[in-house]
């Protein structure tokens, strides 16, 4: 089973729009955390967000936010006006607990956005 | 502060041969983790390196090893190369391993 489902393959928004991503994750794990990340097409993955799972407030950086529905195991990004450099891959992970201290992340297959001038 | 570097950024080799990627992470960042990635499979995690050992191994056949040296450097290598190796090759670091990853700009490799 799909652990990272990004369920929108390409997005389209206008320049200065709100647009939102969509994630869900599936984890029987009580602690986790989760990252949005965007790749332009040079290919260099780009750290946006985090948001941990015992994290009451929604994550925010900048113009990012994260959306965490911990019931509906959901994890949407939100990016409040666009602008044209927004255009690019942003795939969610979720990094889960392993034995010995250390995680290992999964990866959705990642939401194409493009911003419209 | 440097980010983290990846070399070559582009190779082109032939089915059967091996080839060595190597990655310099941030300065104070001990945790080294390698990720193919391509348009079939998407972002799939090889394996994580920590202070010179290996802590995690992703679902990779044994053509896919790695080291890490003690100045945190690693080197990811794939022997007997095949076709379905083309991928963009991604290593990342972190301080711990359990943090933010800063990813570097990957190494294209084609295999002919």
């Known amino acids: 089973a799909q652990k990272i489902t990004q369920t929108q393959p390409g997005m389209f928004v206008q320049e200065k729009e709100a647009v939102t991503l969509d994630c869900t994750y599936d984890?029987?794990?009580?602690?986790?955390?989760l990252f949005w990340y965007k790749q332009p097409s040079s290919g260099e993955m780009i750290f946006l967000i985090y948001?941990?799972?015992?994290?009451?407030q929604n994550a925010t950086e900048g113009r990012y936010s994260l959306n965490f529905q911990k019931a509906r195991k959901s994890a949407n990004l939100v990016i409040s006006a666009s602008q044209l450099g927004d255009s690019a891959m942003y795939f969610c992970?979720?990094?889960?607990?392993?034995?010995?201290?250390?995680?290992?992340?999964?990866f959705g297959r990642g939401t194409s956005l493009i911003v419209h001038p | 502060k440097a980010g983290v570097t990846q070399t070559p950024r582009y190779l082109i080799k032939t089915r059967g041969q091996q080839v060595t990627l190597s990655c310099s992470p941030i300065?104070?960042?001990?945790?080294v983790s390698w990720y193919q990635q391509t348009p079939g499979q998407g972002l799939q995690f090889l394996f994580e390196?920590?202070?010179?050992?290996?802590?995690n191994k992703g679902n990779f056949p044994g053509r896919f090893s790695g080291r890490q040296f003690s100045n945190s450097r690693s080197e990811m290598n794939v022997s007997t190369l095949e076709l379905g190796d083309s991928a963009l090759y991604l290593c990342?670091?972190?301080?711990?391993?359990?943090?933010?990853?800063?990813f570097g700009p990957g190494t294209r490799l084609t295999v002919l």
């Open positions: 984890t029987s794990d009580q602690s986790y955390g």
């Open positions: 992970a979720m990094r889960e607990a392993r034995t010995g201290g250390s995680y290992i992340p999964t």
């Open positions: 990342a670091s972190s301080v711990t391993g359990s943090d933010e990853q800063f």
């Open positions: 300065s104070g960042h001990r945790s």
């Open positions: 390196y920590f202070s010179e050992t290996q802590r």
């Open positions: 948001q941990g799972s015992y994290d009451e």
